[in-house]
């Protein structure tokens, strides 16, 4: 606790903060990639203090943010079996399918929040008639925690739980975004989160193969300022590189057994991200000898053809494209209460996160 | 008494109820008006100087026993409170329970003594009440509703209308606990805590201080929506802004680790011994430091200032940027990672 203190200290966020402003001669364009850290920009006030000298774009951080309009819909079309509990985390409850949200869907069917992938477990064992799906959603962080709880369903011989997997994993998505022409990106803030488990090398490609330098960061004010100070320096020296400033949390090769379970039960598919596309090797999908356990393979899901609300500009605002600010719906028609896309339903989504800290003036 | 719990029988007016009442509920609320058992209590009031004040509240928590409380303790404190931050002193309460069939005897008897308890502490008599027994699965346990009357003092007037620029806002102590208390023993999140609720009853304070201090302009409870949905209502009331100090809002270590750990802000959650106080500010630093000699006060502190506005909330973050603060739009909800 004592260490971590450090990391909040104000008068140490001032000075890095000072240095900061005095130190970078032209506008650069950061990109964090986490929705933690997102909310801890917005929350602490980073990205006011700094703007002008330092665009902190929010890009395909949120989990829930980049889960695809069909993939909510297949969601949706789950929860309205005979004889199913779908278990699923509290930010996917109010995000929009293409005709309704799994929020809506609760007043017919049996849809329950829960807090973690035993939970659902534990709801299946008690109820041995109902079959209960857990919506996998979420990113590195969140995979091996799932599958900790298949082993666990595996060894029970448990016959009644399924998964629908919509998790996805980073890297591919940084890659598609620096292979956009549009997307212009002076350096990443990379997720300390996903880091624990994937470990500084995996994202050397960053540096290696684009040329674009990366800070793995912690999620204290101090923890991101620092990251940007180290970012900011190597943009000044024309240095690329991958460096470490979480190195509380993370270690070169990350968490070789969280990986090790992912790779067990997990095979990477080519998956559709919302506002983004299809990109290939970046989805997770059960191998096929848990088939079994594997609700998509079990339920004929219908495949949605609807296409996302004309005005949300989620897939802009995820590339890093546009800022909340400037998307025509932010704040009038797309607020936490009702909300058009995704980025202002989850709690990390970027549009939520500026809505609740960085708007300019209350609409009372 | 038959059986261990709560039966449908038991709310049909009949043997069983007669005995829910006279075993239980006459047992733990014993006083001269609720003995008589009229269909209407009549209370001994005398009004020749001050006012009367009537609030009522329903009850419904999930679980019904968290660290430092019972849903009879809240449905008591926080009437109490509601009372006491308009400047009133509590004397009355009613309560009625909705009971679900199944529901331990063993547990009612907990929650009606810690009701007990609370409203010996609070100096208030309960002196009417309802019982109603609904069929499994058509409540949650149990629900619990109070209404409170009490008196306010002649020279006693809090209000939005006394509230003025340059006024200051304190707050007697850490935010959160009650809301993290709860959260932390919800189903299927149970996790290792020292958090208790701040469940507390606060009339002998506020009574003390509105006695000592005619600056104090306005009181609220911040209960659910936090601190920042009720600075936002008083600043929309009064047609004011206000702007509080990020620093200077007094929150304990294990609440501020545990709210981040679940991606939950210590603004928005609920407490049930908390008080906010608009005052004036010639008055204020006594306010405070007579509030930190109460045990109830410990982390009293001016946290923030009203300004000329519209209406809006500012938090001024320890790095030095400005926040608008809104009202909770929706419940919070645990983040994924």
Not at chain 1, 121 to 129: G, L, R, T
Not at chain 1, 317 to 341: D, N, Q, R
């Amino acid at each position: 606790m004592e260490l971590l203190q450090r990391f909040k200290d104000p008068k140490l966020g001032q000075r890095i903060l000072e240095r900061l402003q005095q130190k970078i001669s032209r506008p650069l364009n950061f990109m964090e990639v986490c929705g933690t850290h997102t909310v801890a920009i917005s929350r602490s006030g980073i990205r006011e203090l700094l703007k002008g000298k330092l665009r902190l774009k929010s890009g395909p951080g949120c989990p829930v943010c980049v889960t695809d309009t069909g993939d909510i819909d297949k969601m949706i079309g789950l929860a309205r079996l005979p004889g199913v509990i779908v278990t699923t985390f509290g930010d996917m409850m109010r995000v929009p399918g293409s005709r309704s949200s799994l929020v809506q869907e609760r007043a017919n069917g049996d849809v329950r929040v829960v807090y973690s992938a035993l939970d659902a477990v534990a709801i299946a064992e008690a109820n041995p008639d109902k079959t209960v799906i857990f919506l996998g959603v979420g990113f590195e962080t969140t995979v091996p925690a799932v599958a900790l709880c298949l082993e666990e369903v595996v060894r029970k011989n448990l016959k009644n739980f399924l998964l629908y997997s919509a998790h996805k994993v980073v890297p591919p998505a940084l890659e598609t975004l620096l292979q956009d022409p549009e997307v212009k990106i002076d350096g990443f803030l990379l997720p300390g989160h996903v880091c624990t488990i994937l470990g500084r090398k995996t994202f050397e490609f960053l540096s290696q193969k684009y040329n674009v330098p990366a800070v793995i960061g912690g999620f204290e004010p101090v923890d991101i300022l620092a990251a940007l100070d180290a970012l900011v320096d190597m943009v000044a020296a024309g240095k690329a590189q991958v460096l470490n400033r979480y190195s509380r949390a993370v270690r070169e090769e990350g968490n070789p057994l969280a990986q090790a379970i992912m790779q067990k039960y997990f095979d990477l598919v080519d998956v559709k991200w919302r506002g983004i596309g299809i990109i290939p090797r970046s989805g997770l999908k059960l191998k096929a000898e848990y088939a079994r356990y594997d609700a998509e393979e079990q339920y004929l899901l219908e495949e949605s053809t609807v296409e996302a609300v004309p005005g949300c500009s989620c897939g802009e605002i995820l590339k890093g494209k546009m800022e909340p600010p400037e998307c025509p719906l932010f704040a009038y028609i797309c607020t936490p209460l009702k909300p058009v896309g995704p980025c202002m339903v989850s709690s990390e989504g970027a549009c939520a996160a500026y809505y609740k800290y960085e708007r300019r003036r209350s609409k009372n | 008494m038959i059986g261990d719990k709560i039966l449908l029988a038991h709310g049909d007016g009949g043997l069983l109820t007669h005995e829910l009442i006279s075993n239980l509920f006459l047992r733990h609320f014993e006083n001269s008006i609720l003995k008589t058992m009229s269909d209407a209590a009549t209370l001994p009031l005398e009004i020749e100087k001050g006012r009367l004040v009537v609030t009522t509240d329903s009850f419904v928590i999930k679980p019904i026993f968290f660290p430092g409380g019972d849903i009879g303790k809240l449905a008591v404190c926080g009437t109490v409170n509601d009372l006491a931050v308009s400047g009133a002193v509590p004397r009355y309460l009613t309560a009625s329970f909705i009971l679900e069939e199944g529901l331990p005897l063993a547990d009612l008897e907990k929650i009606l003594t810690s009701m007990a308890e609370a409203a010996r502490m609070a100096g208030v008599t309960i002196i009417a009440g309802d019982t109603k027994v609904v069929e499994r699965g058509n409540a949650d346990k149990i629900f619990v509703n109070t209404t409170g009357v009490g008196l306010v003092p002649e020279g006693v007037e809090l209000g939005y209308h006394r509230v003025e620029e340059g006024d200051v806002v304190i707050l007697n102590g850490n935010i959160g606990e009650h809301g993290l208390a709860v959260v932390s023993r919800r189903e299927g999140l149970e996790f290792e805590s020292d958090i208790i609720s701040d469940c507390t009853c606060l009339n002998s304070i506020t009574q003390d201080l509105l006695f000592q201090y005619k600056g104090i302009k306005l009181m609220r409870d911040p209960t659910r929506g936090g601190v920042a949905t009720t600075v936002k209502e008083i600043a929309l009331a009064t047609n004011k802004d206000i702007f509080l100090f990020e620093d200077r809002i007094p929150i304990s270590d294990e609440v501020r680790w545990a709210a981040e750990m679940l991606g939950l802000d210590p603004l928005y959650l609920a407490n049930e011994g908390k008080f906010i106080a608009v005052v004036s500010p010639q008055e204020a630093p006594d306010i405070v430091a007579a509030l930190r000699r109460l045990p109830q006060g410990q982390q009293a502190s001016i946290i923030g200032e009203v300004k000329k506005g519209q209406g809006n909330v500012f938090l001024k973050t320890s790095l030095g940027a400005t926040k608008l603060i809104d009202m909770l739009a929706g419940e919070q909800l645990p983040r994924i990672c």
